[in-house]
């Protein structure tokens, strides 16, 4: 079993839509949750990070984590155009090992 | 957010010459910083975990004399890929661990586009 499962996509949603996007993980252990943004032929940018358990919002992102199902989330509301990239989840224990998904490919139609 | 620079962006060389690509932390040290290979529409492979003043660790497959990487200070890793062949066409990626306020985030590079031809 993978440290880390996500959905690899894609997904194709109007302008406008309310987007989800989900990780599950199998290591009890982990406690940093990011989600990063990654346009093609561009590096990872960092879009959310969270500790532990609980929710995160900026702007139109919001983060969850529910650490007793393994399970994050990453909610993009009002979804536009530009908002049309590869979304790629992460995770770590606390020290410099990271467990990244596959990665979800989200366009987002005009 | 911290920022971390990678150079050149792309690259385009001959077969048999090598190549570096640098990963520099701008805003923060960097004890650890990591070196990840992207084909197209496919995930992030990790190739190694560079450690300031130590060897950089490979992950099985990679090959070290051919993926050289120098991590000679804190804010600056290099990965040099020798005696390029078409086959190390790729994009290569960076990222970078920062060594104190660690809240466990990790930053990455713009990525480095490389061509051999």
């Known amino acids: 079993q993978k440290e880390v499962e996500q959905d690899p996509g894609p997904l194709s949603v109007p302008e406008g839509a309310i987007v989800s996007l989900n990780c599950t993980y199998s290591n009890s252990a982990f406690q940093y949750f990011m989600w990063y943004r990654q346009y093609s032929r561009k590096g990872p940018e960092l879009l959310m990070y969270?500790?532990?358990?609980g929710n995160k919002e900026d702007g139109r992102f919001t983060a969850q984590v529910d650490k007793s199902s393994k399970y994050i989330s990453l909610f993009i509301r009002d979804s536009q155009p530009s908002d049309s990239a590869t979304y790629l989840c992460a995770m770590s224990g606390g020290g410099n090992q990271f467990y990244f998904g596959t990665g979800t490919s989200l366009t987002v139609i005009p | 957010g911290a920022v971390v620079s990678q150079h050149p962006s792309w690259v385009i060389c001959k077969s048999g010459t090598s190549v570096k690509i640098e990963c520099r932390s701008l805003?923060?040290?960097?004890?650890?910083m990591f070196w990840y290979r992207q084909f197209p529409k496919q995930s992030l492979m990790l190739m190694a975990t560079s450690n300031e003043g130590s060897k950089a660790t490979y992950e099985q497959g990679v090959e070290k004399d051919k993926f050289l990487i120098n991590h000679a200070s804190l804010t600056l890793s290099t990965l040099t890929v020798t005696s390029a062949h078409p086959e190390d066409s790729s994009f290569y990626i960076c990222s970078a661990f920062p060594s104190s306020g660690n809240t466990g985030e990790l930053f990455f590079g713009e990525g480095s586009r490389l061509t051999v031809l």
């Open positions: 805003d923060f040290q960097a004890t650890t």
């Open positions: 969270t500790y532990s358990s």
